[in-house]
T-cell receptor, first 115, second 111 residues
């Protein structure tokens, strides 16, 4: 059981370049999330999805886009990379919002540097 | 959304119990308290969660006060591998249950 898988693990982008961070889960979870974590800080929510075809903004959505065409996949798109987007990005999934068996499972992160 | 307050850092001797406090005085009646930890720069790891009653699993125990305004995470026999940042989170209402992370408590387990 792989859980939540993120690719790539590391990436260096030049300013203005675009890229897609991939996230896939094999637990049939409806809820999926993208967070970013700057050095020494807590995680901030970028976007989330409560099911295929449904996405919504979190705390810090500017500069990012998402799509959710399947239950398994939740890619995060950076259109015009900026140095402020240098961060570690975590994808997570959960069965539901709260209650029994609703813990979130996190991927191992993508470390992105924009130069 | 109910906010949480945690100490910035704590130390614990290896083999002793680590008691990590969390205040959540504005918690609503149907909101759960979740605990996660993050070891170095890895993805956060779920530890435990609860609503009203105390909970225990293979990793830890969660003690929630009767008024639910605070809770304590207990690691019964801390090891060096428990050194991490521990996050106490109240699952948000109206935001599809998103986990809102604060700065957490940096627990250092010392030999």
């Amino acid at each position: 059981n792989a859980g939540v898988t993120q690719t790539p693990k590391f990436r260096i982008l030049k300013i203005g370049q675009s890229m897609t961070l991939q996230c896939t889960q094999d637990m049939n979870h409806n809820y999926m999330y993208w967070y970013r974590q700057d050095p020494g800080m807590g995680l901030k929510l970028i976007y989330y999805s409560v099911g295929a075809g449904i996405t919504d903004k979190g705390e810090v959505p500017n500069g990012y886009n998402v799509s959710r065409s399947t239950t398994e996949d939740f890619p995060l798109r950076l259109e015009l990379a900026a140095p402020s987007q240098t961060s570690v990005y975590f994808c997570a999934s959960s069965r539901g919002p709260q209650g029994p068996n609703t813990e979130a499972f996190f991927g191992q992160g993508t470390r992105l540097t924009v130069v | 959304d109910a906010k949480t307050t945690q100490p910035t850092s704590m130390d614990c001797a290896e083999g002793r119990a680590a008691n990590l406090p969390c205040n959540h005085s504005t918690i609503s009646g149907n909101e759960y308290v979740y605990w996660y930890r993050q070891i170095h720069s890895q993805g956060p790891q779920y530890i435990i969660h609860g609503l009203k009653n105390n909970e225990t699993n293979e990793m830890a125990s969660l003690i929630i006060t009767e008024d639910r305004k605070s809770s304590t995470l207990i690691l019964p026999h801390a090891t060096l591998r428990d050194t991490a940042v521990y996050y106490c989170i109240v699952r948000a209402r109206g935001s599809q249950g998103n986990l809102i992370f604060g700065k957490g408590t940096k627990l250092s387990v010392k030999p």
